[in-house]
Nanobody, 122 residues
């Protein structure tokens, strides 16, 4: 599956952004979808994932209560609603897709989008 992320930009601390990730193909609902991010000079880190039909979600502690992941299988799209943004949320955000039901690390995701930059100013 090919992934195209969008929605990044510059926002002030406390603001909100919604990222979208459009997937190609007819098998979108076969994939667990996830978001990772990579800040300058830091390693890529997990942000969130959502199960194939949106029943189960998982969040990193750093974003829990502020970010919400969702998906629309009819539109082949996964979203990441980001509220109460902090400067430390500044990063390139990547959407990703996994065939396995419970991917336990980045290496278990099969496809990656190109990333979208989120910059949060203080």
């Amino acid at each position: 599956v090919q992934l195209q992320a969008s929605g990044g930009g510059l926002v002030q601390a406390g603001g909100s952004l919604r990222l979208s990730c459009a997937a190609s193909g007819r098998t979108f609902s076969s994939y667990v979808m996830g978001w990772f991010r990579q800040a300058p000079g830091k390693e890529r880190e997990f942000v969130s994932r959502i199960s194939k039909y949106g029943v189960n979600t998982l969040y990193a502690d750093a974003v829990k209560g502020r970010f919400t992941i969702s998906r629309d299988n009819a539109k082949n799209t996964v979203y990441l609603q980001m509220n109460s943004l902090k400067p430390e949320d500044t990063a390139v955000y990547y959407c990703t897709a996994a065939r396995t039901a419970i991917p336990r690390g980045a290496n278990e995701y099969d496809s990656w989008g190109q990333g979208t930059l989120v910059t949060v100013s203080s």
